[in-house]
């Protein structure tokens, strides 16, 4: 078996006195869509701010190609390619759509290749490229999520951890996201562990699933398996 | 990023103002002249530092309430190493220099003595503010913001106490008195009287030259880029590999650097500098003029210290005439009412301040394409995130 490109191994952390994630032992492959799903609470959020270094750990190793990520600076994570796009559309209000798309190549000095990746961006995203001269913070929400999710491509990833795409977004818009991050992965072969709480349509993007309950992993198998899971129709695909 | 044309037509014009101000002044009378020169020195000092603030507060989002601790180091630092020894340092560059009379005097004005020593002065206040700010920022920084702004507070109260109290450094509440002038030339029985009016206003526009231009640089950089990622979203900003801490610091450090700068160019004002020169009020219209000009704009935090500035200038001046004409006597601090009242109805009609930010950091992009920015003040999502 070769070695995962990400590993959980017992990992704990928390906020303040509170452990919020007790344990969790998780791998994702390269190439791999991953989702983990679960109720509020559980700790999906947690476990990405934790991959992402913005949260330190408490217990336990993360293992990332071949070197553990305890104690590395998020920025330098995210040299190492791991980028996280955080919930609830965490864009820069107060710049522009194209300036905004240019942080997320921050560490790249490569003019040519970041000038190439941003047409790709508004190729992939077409409406971005008509509004690319507005305000961030004028955008409507399925568009801030669509820059979000381009601007964390912008850095050149090889992992992309997704949370809540799809929060608060009208459907159509959903399925047009999903239907981006399943391209990118496949095209640009970037690794994503996918945060989600619409279980459904997780589990029918994703090719593994971890089931997340108050901080420990209960369950963990392919995505098609997890959908057809009594335990997992009934708690999180209602019946 | 490109600069903004407009907005370097803009400052280059007000900088060739200020230059000719003097001279048009002087066909008013010299009352006039003289008033001038008064009350645009001090607008002078106030658009310096409210300039080094806009790069904390106005660029990176970091509420700072003490900046006049850093002014009044820069201050303390060139008034006593001036003034140490009987004016050693002069004494030192007097020795080698040659000794130049009547016109050659202000021609080779850069062959002075006592401008030698300020500029002498001017690196030791700039490395020691940069360094005091170090060393409050490494522990305190990674505080969110509102409680880096209480430690700002709470450590330019303590200088204050510091230098009141200090005495065998400081001088104590006496202050530091008989600052040489910035030039010999300015003083004494073979003063030139034109330059010993003016020097110090000329200095102020050139330090203010230099602090727009570092100002205008560094966000238009790619470390400014940085700076403004960090102020608009801090999370986003981690999550694109922005390290936060480091460019928190760079905008402390930057900031402290420019106001060490304001603050010698006051020295050079006011030949003097005592502890009620570092009164709490003057941290707070520093963030005045940043508010009202418009947090992040280097044109607006311009006409915020000029606005601040002369008015206050006018009221300390104007009042006591007026006191005298009506027959009452108008207390001093009505100058802080009024300015609450300016900032209330600034804040009501132009929640942006007067000049906000998006036509300039945005290469005037915006402008063209007629896109407008929302209308929430940004002063008071400091230290939130999101």
């Not at chain 1, 078996?1 to 017992?10: A, D, Q, V, W």
């Not at chain 2, 003595?113 to 990674?142: D, E, H, Q, R, W």
């Not at chain 2, 601040?308 to 001046?317: C, K, N, S, T």
């Not at chain 2, 290469?363 to 995130?385: I, M, N, Q, S, V």
């Amino acid at each position: 078996m070769s070695t995962p490109l990400i590993e959980f191994k017992g990992v704990k952390t928390g906020y303040g006195q509170m452990e919020v994630l007790h344990g969790i032992d998780l791998h994702v492959d390269q190439g791999e869509i991953v989702t983990l799903i679960g109720s509020n609470g559980a700790g999906k959020t947690t476990t990405l701010m934790t991959l992402s270094g913005v949260n330190k750990v408490w217990e336990g190793e993360i293992w990332y190609e071949g070197a553990c990520l305890n104690g590395v600076p998020p920025h330098e994570i995210v040299a190492r390619g791991i980028c996280h796009v955080p919930e609830g559309r965490q864009i820069f209000r107060d710049l522009t759509v194209e300036e905004n798309l240019r942080l997320g190549a921050y560490l790249r000095s490569d003019q040519a290749a970041i000038q190439k990746d941003l047409e790709h961006s508004f190729d992939m995203f077409p409406i971005l490229r008509e509004r690319s001269f507005q305000l961030g913070g004028t955008l409507s929400g399925g568009e801030q999520q669509m820059l979000a999710i381009a601007r964390g491509l912008m850095g050149k990833p090889k992992v992309l951890l997704l949370d809540e795409p799809s929060l608060g977004l009208a459907p159509l818009i959903v399925a047009d996201i999903f239907e981006t991050v399943k391209r990118v992965n496949k095209e640009e072969d970037v690794t994503v562990v996918l945060v989600e709480q619409n279980a459904n349509l997780a589990l029918k993007t994703a090719n593994r699933g971890y089931v997340l309950e108050t901080g420990t992993i209960t369950l963990s198998d392919d995505a098609d398996k997890l959908a057809n899971n009594p335990k997992v129709r009934e708690a999180y695909l209602g019946g | 990023m490109t600069l903004p044309r407009k907005e370097t037509r803009f400052l280059l014009i007000a900088l060739v103002a200020l230059l000719l101000l003097p001279f048009a002044t002087m066909l008013l009378g010299d009352r006039a002249w003289l008033l001038s020169l008064s009350v645009g020195s001090y607008c002078l000092l106030y658009m310096i530092n409210a300039q080094a603030l806009n790069v904390q507060v106005g660029m990176t989002g970091l509420l700072n309430l003490g900046p006049i601790a850093f002014v009044g180091l820069g201050a303390y630092t060139g008034a006593l190493m001036l003034t140490a020894g009987d004016n050693a340092l002069i004494g030192f560059y007097a020795g080698f220099v040659p000794e130049l009379s009547g016109h050659l005097r202000w021609v080779l004005f850069f062959l002075d003595p006592n401008f030698l020593a300020y500029l002498t002065v001017i690196p030791v206040a700039i490395v020691l503010s940069m360094l005091l700010s170090l060393l409050l920022g490494l522990p305190t920084l990674k505080l969110s913001g509102d409680y880096f702004a209480i430690v700002t507070l709470g450590f330019a109260q303590i200088f204050y106490l510091v230098v009141k109290n200090e005495a065998w450094l400081t001088k104590g509440s006496a202050g530091v008195t008989d600052v040489p002038a910035l030039f010999s030339f300015c003083t004494g029985p073979n003063r030139i009287e034109f330059f010993s009016h003016t020097a110090h206003y000329f200095f102020g526009v050139a330090v203010l030259a230099v602090c727009l231009y570092v100002v205008v640089r560094l966000r238009d950089s790619y470390l400014g880029r940085g700076l403004l990622a960090v102020r608009d979203n801090e999370l986003a900003a981690q999550s694109n590999g922005v390290n936060v801490a480091k460019y928190r610091m760079l905008s402390f450090m930057v900031f402290s650097a420019l106001a060490a700068l304001g603050g010698v160019a006051m020295l050079a004002r006011a030949k003097f500098v005592s502890p009620n020169d570092l009164n709490f009020m003057e941290s707070i219209l520093f963030l005045c003029c940043v508010v009202l000009g418009g947090m992040g704009s280097v044109r607006g935090v311009l006409l915020g210290g000029i606005a601040l500035g002369a008015l206050g200038e006018v009221m300390r001046i104007g009042l006591p005439v007026v006191s005298e004409t009506i027959g009452y006597e108008i207390p001093a601090q009505v100058r802080y009412v009024l300015f609450g009242m300016i900032l209330i109805l600034v804040m009501r009609y132009r929640p942006n301040g007067i000049l906000p930010v998006a036509a300039e950091e945005h290469a005037g992009g915006l402008e063209k394409l007629g896109a407008h920015r929302d209308a929430e003040p940004t002063f008071f999502k400091l230290g939130t995130k999101g």
